[in-house]
């Protein structure tokens, strides 16, 4: 009996090491990189080349997870428990979380709101000395209802020329402000700058060469196999735009160009983390979807992002990979 449970254990040892290290001898890696559901993405990386990633709390009060090689994940706990939860919205939803590190601290800005209602939902903001938390609410940045704009939502942090800014907004306008210098407050009296229009949500930009890139997702995210979210860009030389797509059109008029869409095996796909690059020197972006084989949650899928000779972002196919070269980091 002694022998047999040893052959058991010896047995799922050895299926475990070649599950856990498939991408080290294959170099492939298979989306979805995270069955679970993970939407709306955040990643960064610490000094110790460590990648964290968070997302919209279908695991309640902010899932984090973290790896080494952006394949394999590790749950390590939630930003929040019930008892630290942010209270900006008491019966809301934490969702589209950001995260950054802001004068030696990690800092999580959040959305939080009840699903339709569209002038009570918000922004808040919390910290942390550990990017695997725990967090501590510092509160509300603003309402919808304090400051005029419907579905104030879905954070995004940027430092440009020594100033820290917030862009957000979800099918009601992308629009930005000026933060402090801790980040963690409205300037006072800053100007509120509209970027985009009504079609879009979940923006995040990239600045390269010239340009800032204004990612953002248009469509549906939340209707499983129906769903029509897809991931768009347009671009300018000025951090507040305007921003446009290939055709020098506005997407203040609703313009864009397309970077993800669906395809047969993954279908609403959107709503993108930060742009990571790997030791190749390789861009790497994460973004959630539905998987027409799993399609009860909003899974986690990785792509690389190239660059065209005219510098506009795209995939290869045009939709998630099913499979293809790993990032490199070792």
């Known amino acids: 009996m002694k022998r047999i449970l040893s052959y058991?254990?010896?047995?799922?040892?050895?299926?475990?090491?070649?599950c856990s290290n498939s991408g080290a001898i294959t170099n492939e890696y298979y989306n979805p990189v995270l069955s679970i559901s993970t939407p709306d993405p955040t990643i960064m990386k610490t000094l110790d080349g460590t990648f964290y990633l968070y997302g919209t709390e279908d695991i309640r009060n902010v899932?984090?997870?973290?790896?080494?090689?952006?394949?394999?994940?590790?749950?390590?706990?939630t930003a929040f428990t019930d008892e630290s939860r942010p209270k900006l919205e008491p019966e809301g939803s934490i969702s589209a979380p950001e995260i950054n590190y802001i004068n030696g601290r990690y800092v999580l800005y959040y959305s939080m709101s009840v699903l339709g209602e569209e002038w009570t939902c918000?922004?808040?903001?919390a910290v942390s000395d550990n990017p695997e938390g725990p967090f501590m609410d510092k509160g509300k940045l603003f309402r919808s209802d304090e400051i005029g704009i419907k579905n104030s939502i879905d954070p995004f942090y940027i430092e440009d020329e020594g100033k820290k800014y917030l862009f957000w907004g979800s099918f009601r306008g992308i629009y930005a402000t000026e933060l402090t210098d801790?980040?963690?407050s409205l300037k006072p009296d800053a100007k509120i700058w509209q970027i985009a229009g009504s079609l879009f949500e979940g923006t995040y930009i990239h600045k390269r060469d010239d340009y800032y890139y204004m990612f953002a997702s248009v469509g549906s995210c939340c209707k499983g196999i129906e769903s029509t979210y897809q991931l768009v860009v347009g671009r300018s030389k000025s951090l507040f735009g305007p921003y446009t797509n290939k055709d020098d059109k506005r997407m203040l008029d609703g313009n864009y160009t397309r970077v993800i869409g669906?395809?047969?095996r993954f279908v609403g796909n959107g709503?993108?983390?930060q742009i990571v690059q790997d030791k190749s020197n390789n861009d790497w972006i994460f973004l959630h979807g539905v998987d027409v084989d799993n399609p009860q949650c909003r899974v986690l899928l990785l792509n690389q992002v190239k660059w065209d000779a005219k510098?506009?972002?795209y995939v290869e196919g045009g939709s998630p990979s099913l499979n293809a070269s790993s990032p490199r980091f070792s």
Not at 63 to 77: A, H, M, R, T, V
């Open 8 to 18: 058991i254990i010896l047995f799922f040892q050895f299926v475990s090491f070649g």
């Open 63 to 77: 899932p984090i997870y973290k790896s080494s090689n952006l394949i394999d994940w590790q749950f390590i706990g």
């Open 122 to 125: 918000g922004i808040g903001v």
């Open 182 to 184: 801790d980040g963690l």
């Open 262 to 264: 669906s395809n047969e």
């Open 271 to 273: 709503h993108c983390s």
């Open 311 to 313: 510098g506009w972002p």
